[in-house]
T-cell receptor, first 114, second 113 residues
């Protein structure tokens, strides 16, 4: 069974600084997808960024980028120029190709301080 | 465009009762998934429906069931409630199959006393 591990339960960063959230996963599959989801205090989860395992290029969405190390099974999220609105729980998630199921990590609570 | 709507938002039940939660997906979305979120276990996949058919099911006991209607609205039911069923139940929808973006509702907070 696939597992996703987020080793940092809580992190904090100053506004405008850069922060990196860690995620490792375990799978024997070769076809899979990785995601970072954000859950603000209002609880509605939203997709931040996704990465296809077959793509070597790291995904980027504005201030959010990932460092995808396939051999190490690592998928970290970098948030640049942190903003107060980035304060939220961040979940790393894994999806096997052909499956509709997402496997989530336990989450990292990120606080952006003014 | 309306988002994913879940009702009720909060509810309190007692052990042994049953509960039905409802989810209205984004218009045009045909896939609906359900997740249970607890502080201890995190987010766990319950099941997924597409065009009224359950395609995937997580490792939950048979007390947890669901269905999807022809208009893509979905319900999940939990019978014989236990204290451990207290959780936030999240519904998510997407247009089709595969790895399309999931859109989540705000959840239904169930407390079992």
């Amino acid at each position: 069974a696939q597992t996703v591990t987020q080793s940092q339960p809580e992190m904090s960063v100053q506004e405008a600084e850069t922060v990196t959230l860690s995620c490792t996963y375990d799978t024997s599959e070769s076809n899979y997808y990785l995601f970072w989801y954000k859950q603000p205090p209002s609880r509605q989860m939203i997709l931040v960024i996704r990465q296809e395992a077959y793509k070597q290029q790291n995904a980027t969405e504005n201030r959010f980028s990932v460092n995808f190390q396939k051999a190490a099974k690592s998928f970290s999220l970098k948030i640049s120029d942190s903003q107060l609105g980035d304060t939220a729980m961040y979940f790393c998630a894994f999806q096997e190709g052909g499956s509709e199921k997402l496997v989530f990590g336990k989450g990292t609570k990120l606080t952006v301080n003014p | 465009k309306a988002g994913v709507t879940q009702t009720p938002r909060y509810l309190i039940k007692t052990r042994g009762q049953q509960v039905t939660l409802s989810c209205s997906p984004i218009s045009g979305h045909r896939s609906v998934s359900w997740y249970q979120q607890t502080p201890g276990q995190g987010l766990q996949f319950l099941f997924e429906y597409f065009s009224e058919t359950q395609r995937n099911k997580g490792n939950f006991p048979g007390r947890f069931s669901g269905r999807q209607f022809s208009n893509s609205r979905s319900e999940m039911n939990v019978s014989t409630l236990e204290l451990g069923d207290s959780a936030l139940y999240l519904c998510a929808s997407k247009w089709g199959t595969g790895t399309g973006e999931l859109f989540f509702g705000e959840g239904s907070r169930l407390t079992v006393l």
